[in-house]
């Protein structure tokens, strides 16, 4: 493992926005990182991203990290599989970017999801809707599908 991706896993263990932890299998380069949503539409969520410095051939920083939501989570941007779908974590990523960075970017897209390249259409057309109906199933989703994951 690089020091840079050394440096930022120090960084990430001490912060205070976000429980983040190495998974048991190091072998694996598998890393997760827990948050709790402090407002909007998930307000009070606690999430579990899967982070991969080193997938294949690529290898962070010249590539972006590979993330994924490990709990499920209804988002027009996030596939029900996990995967994130931000252009920045594909072609418009910069090594200059670090795993903060990352994750202000994937809270910003849970605060303003991009409407304009859903990922996942049945979340898409849900965010058509009031805001409280849309809250209402964005919580019953989470709760529904997240009891033994957390």
Same mark, same amino acid.
Not at 4 to 11: L, V
Not at 26 to 51: A, S
Not at 53 to 59: A, L, S, T, V
């Given at each position: 493992? *690089?020091?840079?991706?050394?440096?930022?896993?120090? @960084?990430?263990?001490?912060?205070? +926005?976000? !429980?983040?932890?190495?998974?048991?299998?190091? /072998? /694996?380069? %598998?890393?997760?990182?827990? =948050?709790?949503? %402090?407002?909007? +539409?998930?307000? /009070?969520?606690?999430?579990?991203?899967? #982070?991969?410095?080193?997938?294949?051939? %690529?290898?962070?920083?010249?590539?972006?990290?590979?993330?994924? =939501?490990?709990?499920?989570?209804?988002?027009? @941007?996030?596939?029900?599989? $996990?995967?994130?779908?931000v252009?920045v974590?594909?072609? %418009?990523?910069?090594?200059?970017? $670090? +795993? &903060?960075?990352?994750?202000?970017?994937?809270? +910003?897209?849970?605060?303003?999801p991009?409407?304009?390249?859903?990922? !996942?259409?049945?979340?898409? /057309?849900? =965010? $058509?809707?009031?805001?409280?109906?849309?809250?209402? #199933? #964005?919580?019953?989703?989470? &709760? @529904?599908? *997240?009891?033994?994951?957390?």
């Amino acid at each position: 493992m *690089n020091k840079r991706i050394q440096r930022e896993i120090a @960084n990430a263990l001490k912060s205070e +926005l976000y !429980n983040f932890t190495v998974s048991e299998d190091q /072998d /694996d380069q %598998k890393y997760h990182l827990r =948050f709790k949503i %402090k407002e909007g +539409l998930y307000r /009070d969520q606690e999430h579990l991203l899967e #982070i991969k410095f080193c997938y294949g051939e %690529k290898k962070y920083p010249e590539y972006p990290p590979l993330i994924s =939501f490990k709990t499920k989570i209804l988002h027009p @941007n996030i596939s029900v599989n $996990g995967a994130v779908c931000v252009d920045v974590l594909s072609d %418009k990523w910069s090594p200059m970017m $670090g +795993l &903060d960075s990352v994750f202000n970017i994937i809270l +910003l897209l849970l605060e303003e999801p991009n409407l304009h390249s859903p990922l !996942n259409g049945e979340a898409s /057309d849900i =965010f $058509g809707l009031p805001y409280n109906k849309r809250q209402e #199933i #964005i919580k019953k989703y989470y &709760d @529904n599908n *997240n009891t033994n994951m957390l």
